[in-house]
C-alpha cells in the first residue's frame, strides 16, 4: 500500500504562485508516475500534470501548460506541483494520485487540498 498526502494549497490572488507537494510514503519502491489533478466545484475531476519517477518525463494539460511546472525529489519521495500565473479558474481541490504501471488507472491517491484563486 501507499499513502499519498498534499500540501501547499490555499488563498492567492490572481497572477500570485503557490507550491503543492505530495509526499508518498509505504511501498513507494514500485512507483512509475505521479500525477496531479484538479477538480473545480460542479465539474469533473481533471488531469493537471504527470511525471515519471525514473525518467522524470513530464505531460501537461493544455489549460496549465506555460504556468504549472512538476518535479519530484526521489530522495524525498515528494512530487511539487509549482503553479504560477494563477487564474480564478483554477480554482479547484487539488489532488495527487500515484500509479504503478505504465498504462492503466492511477492506484493510490491523496485526500486533495484547497486552491481558491481570487479575482
Known amino acids: 500500500q501507499v499513502q499519498l498526502v498534499e500540501s501547499g494549497g490555499g488563498l492567492v490572488q490572481a497572477g500570485g504562485s503557490l507550491r503543492l507537494s505530495c509526499a508518498a510514503s509505504?511501498?513507494?519502491?514500485?512507483?512509475?508516475?505521479m500525477a496531479w489533478f484538479r477538480q473545480a466545484p460542479g465539474k469533473e475531476r481533471e488531469f493537471v500534470a504527470r511525471?515519471?519517477?525514473?525518467?522524470?518525463?513530464?505531460y501537461y494539460a493544455d489549460s496549465v501548460k506555460g504556468r504549472f511546472t512538476i518535479s519530484r525529489d526521489s530522495a524525498k519521495n515528494t512530487a511539487y506541483l509549482q503553479m504560477n500565473s494563477l487564474k480564478p479558474e483554477d480554482t479547484a481541490i487539488y489532488y495527487c494520485?500515484?500509479?504503478?504501471?505504465?498504462?492503466?488507472?492511477?492506484?493510490?491517491w491523496g485526500q486533495g487540498t484547497q486552491v481558491t484563486v481570487s479575482s
Open positions: 494520485a500515484l500509479r504503478t504501471v505504465p498504462i492503466g488507472m492511477w492506484n493510490y
Open positions: 509505504g511501498r513507494t519502491f514500485s512507483t512509475y508516475a
Open positions: 511525471i515519471t519517477w525514473s525518467g522524470g518525463s513530464t
